[in-house]
């Protein structure tokens, strides 16, 4: 299971955050949050056996918080690991789109992929910290992982088997809202639940 955290006070304001790492989440957040426990407890019922880990950033812990209480899980015995965090965008951290926009044109593809910023983390960076993650915790059996927009699009990219993107040199999954979660088993990815919070080219998570 890999979830998206739900809305924060930088995405309502549309300011980067990539490794950021305390900016709670809004009240639509919180919702959002409630709603992935919500259908997780659905789909899996009470006390799933399931390891958890977490992006080590607030808004990551904090949704995955919410969710675990739905599913009468110990939040405590969450893992986290700094390869699960955010795109690392430099120097536009914490600066608003508008701001990086008059500044450097246009950064987000038709498909809500934000371009690196120029002395950011590259996207193909990205994947191979994850694809380590991956090796390093592949025998922990069933996963809940809570992470980001972009870090997620590339982690399952990898774990359902897609071929590198040309510009951006690394495999991506497709766009989700913030509050989404998907099930990925054995390369097939299934929408559990789909957010209502907004999507990769509006606010990275």
């Not at 934000?114 to 950011?120: E, I, T």
């Amino acid at each position: 299971m890999i979830a998206r955290h739900g809305e924060t006070v930088f995405n309502a304001a549309a300011r980067f955050q990539g490794t950021i790492a305390h900016t709670p989440l809004t009240r639509a957040g919180i919702a959002q949050a409630d709603a992935i426990g919500q259908a997780l407890r659905r789909a899996l019922g009470p006390t799933p056996r399931l390891t958890l880990w977490a992006s080590p950033t607030g808004r990551a812990l904090q949704t995955l918080a919410i969710v675990v209480e739905h599913l009468a899980l110990d939040w405590h015995a969450v893992r986290t690991d700094e390869r699960l965090a955010e795109l690392d965008f430099g120097g536009w951290g914490g600066r608003t789109y508008a701001e990086i926009v008059a500044e450097a044109g246009p950064i987000v593809r038709a498909d809500g992929l934000v371009r690196p910023a120029p002395d950011g983390e590259r996207y193909a960076s990205m994947a191979a910290r994850l694809a380590g993650w991956i090796a390093d915790s592949d025998a922990e059996g069933d996963r809940l992982i809570v992470m980001h927009g972009l870090s997620s699009r590339v982690l399952r990219g990898l774990l359902t088997g897609r071929a590198a993107d040309g510009e951006l040199g690394a495999p991506i999954g497709d766009s989700l809202p913030q509050g989404s979660a998907v099930m990925v088993e054995r390369g097939v990815e299934q929408v559990i639940h789909r957010g209502t919070g907004a999507h990769g080219g509006k606010a990275p998570a």
